[in-house]
Nanobody
Framework: QVQLVESGGGLVQPGGSLRLSCAASGSIFSIYAMGWYRQAPRKQRELVAHITSGGSTYYAGSVKGRFTISRDNAKNTVYLQMNSLKPEDTAVYYC????????WGQGTQVTVSS
């Protein structure tokens, strides 16, 4: 079973950047595809991006060209670089396997506001 700890969120102005990190432990991290997900208030959780064990990536249309997912298997960590942030990116961001497992971390809050 994989344990997940997200970090790096915060308050940022529109157009700003943040880099989220997700430290995974408890299993063989490198064999899993990993994803970043987000849940905005009063909305369902949605997939933002995922990355396979081999490094292939996918992005939701709303973030394509602005966000970059990456992973460091030696550190059991997956990252989400977020640039050109918009108010609609405000949400709690979670990482999980892709497709997601049953256990979620606590997430990290991202707030984009002037």
């Amino acid at each position: 079973q994989v344990q997940l700890v997200e970090s790096g969120g915060g308050l940022v102005q529109p157009g700003g950047s943040l880099r989220l990190s997700c430290a995974a432990s408890g299993s063989i991290f490198s064999i899993y595809a990993m994803g970043w997900y987000r849940q905005a208030p009063r909305k369902q959780r949605e997939l933002v991006a995922h990355i396979t064990s081999g490094g292939s990536t996918y992005y939701a249309g709303s973030v394509k060209g602005r966000f970059t997912i990456s992973r460091d298997n030696a550190k059991n960590t997956v990252y989400l670089q977020m640039n050109s942030l918009k108010p609609e990116d405000t949400a709690v961001y979670y990482c999980n396997k892709f497709p997601p497992g049953a256990t979620w971390g606590q997430g990290t809050q991202v707030t984009v506001s002037s």
